[in-house]
């Protein structure tokens, strides 16, 4: 299993409150994200989790 967190920016993105549909076209603009942590490559300290 893969977890990354992201920072995510919404300005400059379209408000989709009353869109039928999320696919991006002309006059869509999504919002901004960039990924901040990846929990894969933090070290176990010797305490791993079973898996779900």
């Known amino acids: 299993?893969?977890?990354?967190?992201y920072a995510?920016?919404?300005l400059g993105a379209s408000n989709t409150a009353?869109?039928?549909?999320?696919?991006?076209?002309?006059?869509?603009?999504a919002a901004r994200k960039?990924?901040?942590?990846?929990f894969d490559a933090c070290p176990t300290l010797y305490a791993?989790?079973?898996p779900p």
């Open 18 to 29: 009353a869109a039928d549909s999320l696919t991006e076209g002309p006059g869509m603009r």
């Open 48 to 50: 791993p989790s079973k």
């Open 34 to 38: 960039r990924a901040i942590g990846d």
């Open 8 to 10: 995510a920016d919404a």
């Open 1 to 5: 299993m893969t977890v990354l967190l």
